[in-house]
């Protein structure tokens, strides 16, 4: 799989999209080669999806909290406007008192 992905890049496709259907095991050695491929993928301005997960890899990402990295987004939420931004930090923030008590030997 890495051999294959790292060609595609060679071969100057960069949007790749693998269907991963037919994965009836992904360990943590299929996910290194995912992300492998991810990075090098954005490093040239490309892209990498996977698309179709069997349970296998679909577990994997969930545990890993990978799949949002490599998942494209439904087309109900690729037009979403983007979400609200919390406000800007002012430049200089006001000193506040400690609220905390430091125990004597410096213990929290």
Do not use: K
């Amino acid at each position: 799989m890495r051999e294959s992905l790292t060609q595609c890049l060679r071969d100057g496709i960069r949007a790749i999209d693998v269907d991963v259907t037919a994965v009836t095991f992904c360990d943590c050695s299929g996910l290194n080669t995912f992300l492998h491929a991810l990075l090098n993928a954005t490093a040239v301005g490309g892209s990498l999806h996977l698309h179709y997960p069997s349970p296998a890899p679909e577990r994997l990402f969930a545990l890993t909290d990978t799949g949002s990295l490599f998942f494209p987004l439904p087309d109900s939420l690729a037009g979403s406007p983007p979400a609200p931004q919390p406000p800007a930090m002012p430049e200089t923030l006001p000193r506040l008192a400690p609220v905390l008590a430091v125990l004597p030997g410096g213990l929290l």
